[in-house]
């Protein structure tokens, strides 16, 4: 595979065209640059060739121009950018860029519509002054049947709408699109505020249910309000109690649900079994 070619442009002297392939947007910088040489150095017209052509370092094309240099050398600087196109860009070169244009959709290039729009004028650039190239108002009409959905809605119903001038419609479109991002953004944030909260939320109730449990029966054995004589001992606890106690990290001891201990090593011992009531779900 060839190197591609590059272009070194210089005001001082003539742009240097390196040698290798050449794609039609090195071509478009080749014949800028040469344009601009001519203006800083006032290149009468008749001579513009004349004054590129050691600039061109490919084998190629000096082969072209020494063939033929008697009539390439007397060419309008356009007709000779012409010739260079036919001869040394591929066949279908205008073709693909035209299809790049017509199948370029905003959603998909996955970029703001600036930067969307602005590359496919330099696409179009690069079919100028051919029979490919599209005017401002095809272009406009491409752009604004490629947008997003939610851009073409907020554009229905905006003044831009009317604006038939491809650049100001451009610029107009461009300040609704960074209107929608700063307000996606701002609702983004929103969104994640919002979550954000619930899961505070979510994770302090969590530690609270995770405490020990202040429902049931919770009155232990050594309370000092409680006299011997009137102390009742605490029923067997059914297998549905200690079902209960055993899926609720309970004690099955003091019987109390949510507690950083077992049966073991329980602190508080049995509670009384006066006024005792049956453990049930609601108690958990």
Known sequence: MSALATVEPTSAKAPVLTAGDISPGVMMDFENAALD???????????????????????????????????????PFSDFMKEMRVNYLQQDWEDQIRNKILTSMLASSKTSF????????????????????????????HLEAHLDEELRNCLKHNETQKDKVLKTWINSVHLLDEARAVETKRQRELIEETIDRQAKHQNTKTETLRGPSRRGNTTPTNTTTSSASSYVKLPPLSDTERTLLNEHDGCTKCCRFFVDHRSQNCPDGFPSGKGYKTLTMTDS
């Open 37 to 75: 040489f001519f203006i800083s150095k006032s290149v009468p017209a008749d001579k513009h060739v004349t004054m590129i052509i050691p600039g061109i370092k490919d084998l190629q094309i000096r082969d072209w121009i020494s063939a033929d240099r008697a009539r390439i050398i007397i060419l």
């Open 114 to 141: 600036w930067n969307w729009s602005q590359q496919l004028l330099k696409l179009n650039c690069l079919l100028c002054g051919t029979s490919s190239e599209f005017d401002d108002a095809a272009l406009r009409n």
